[in-house]
Each structure stands twice: as C-alpha cells, then as structure tokens.
C-alpha cells in the first residue's frame, strides 16, 4: 500500500496512556498503521516514562522509508523516593522514574541523546521542545529555541519546533521565526479553532509548517454518542462543547460524511498543514481513521458548518 502521507501515528497510547497495555497489542496496532501505509511516527519521552519511545523502537528495527519525530525537554531519571505506584500524570506505569526539566542547550541535546538510546534509532527526524509552558524555566523562547537550533544546524535532526496545546505558548515560539514546525495539539479542529487566529499568523509569516494534532479533542470527536462521560482535552466536557459536538455531528449526518472524516480532514484545508496526528488504542482505531482520511467530504459540510457557527 502506499504510504499515507498525510497521517502520522501518535503513540501516547502506547505508553499506557490512562490504562494498561500489553506489548502485543501495542505492536499489532503499530503492525496495523504500517500495512495501512503509515510512515510517520510521533513520541515522547513523556509517553510511560519513555515506554512508548521503546515499543516504537522495537518495532521499526530493521525497517526502512519512515519518519519519526520525538520531543525534548523532559529528562527521565531515578526517583529515589519511589515505593511503589504509578506514574501520577496518567500513564499506567511504575513511577520508578521522574521527569527533570532542562530546556537548557545541554539539557536539550541530553534529551535527544537518551531518547535515541531508548528507541535503538540512529537518528529521528523532528525534534519538538515539549510543552514548556509547564516546565517553570526562565529561559525565554528564544533561549530555548537557540539550543533547537543548534541540534539542527549539527546535523542531529532535520527539523526542530514546539509541541503544545497553549496556543499562547505556540505563538510565542513560532513568533521567533526560526522553527520549521509546529505541534498544535488540540487547537485547530472542529471544535476549537484558537491556533488558526493566535498561532497560525506567525507560521505564514515565517514559512512553519503545522502538524494538527488530537484532532478528536480527548476523543469528544470520536465518539458515536456524545454525553457527560464523554472527555474534552482529558476532562469532562462541558454541556456547550456538547451542544457544539451535536450541531457537528447533525451537520455530517445531512451532508453524508462521518464525523471522523469531518474532524480528520478539517486541519488540512490550511495549507500550513502538513499532516495530521492521531493516536490509537486498537488496530481497527487505525484502520478506521486511514478510511475517514479518504472519505469524500463536500464542500458543502463546511459551509454547512460555517453557517451553524460551528466553524469561524
């Protein structure tokens, strides 16, 4: 099959994001993407405490023609307090480890280097300072960024940017203009269009490509019956998201279209947007979304949903 160049597989999942899951299924879902002719792969140290950058690792040893983008940021290292438990930032693994911030130029490239260790990969493609928003440096964006420079200018990776869901953080980082790429997780989709307004401005005038990512929103895109259960960037959804998921999902239901093709194929009417990320818990998840990436939408939908007031 060819490749499906404009999806990418996120592997938060694969890091027992929220619950446990077993090494098999995890790789059956990454076996699953690649038969579907997925090439481009997104992780994170923060991922299970480096768990998912080893079970993405694992598979692509020996394979050849992908693309992988890991961030940087967040060093692992021994917890010397640990008596047992689980990592307290949602990931069903053994806090044996804490993360240690440094968005210092040493601390950047440290990452870099450990997560190569960890995946086995002699290189990775795009390097992403991860959600420094959180991370209580002093450093500015530029700061930061001088040392995302320097891992690309030294031939380590081919491209650097900043991965977030803050669209403030995003606009300040692409506002450098030295990034090639940025993240935006969560802020351009159906229900939350923030970075289109706040961040994407800076990318046009500086030649940034954008990477859509969580373009479900925590999954309140995806699923088939929206209600209180239903989560909005990992907390409840609010009864106006709601309101506005339904008006999306009436909307799909008169043009013909799902609402997955909807949410999947919205970011990249931008041209900024290069491909999207979605992450998956099942391999049918996989299948289903390289299906809704080819789903014919009409024109129609979106001004159907520029009339509702769903889309800006």
Known sequence: MAPVSRLGLGTATLGNLRRPMCGDRARAILATAWACGVRHFDTAPHYGLGLAERRLGSFLHGRQGFTVSTKVGRLLRPDPDWTGGLDPEGFAVPAALRRAWDLGVDGLRRSLEESLVRTGLDRVDVAYVHDPERSGTDLTPEQVVTGLVRLRDEGLVDEVGVASMTTG????????????VVMVAGRHTLLDQSAATEVFPHCRRHGTRVVAAAVFNSGLLSDP??????????????????????????????????????????P?????????????????????DVAALAEPVPASLWERLRETGVLR
């Open 268 to 288: 990249l009417l931008d041209p900024l947007v290069s491909h999207v990320v979605v992450g998956a818990a099942e391999p049918e998840h996989v299948r289903a």
């Open 169 to 180: 953080t995003l606009a300040d980082y692409a506002a450098t203009g030295a990034l090639d």
């Open 225 to 266: 019956s929206p209600g209180t259960a239903s989560l909005f960037d990992y907390a409840p959804a609010t009864e106006e998201l709601l309101e506005r998921t339904r008006r999306v999902a009436a909307a799909c239901r008169e043009e013909g279209v799902t609402v997955t093709a909807a949410a999947l194929q919205f």
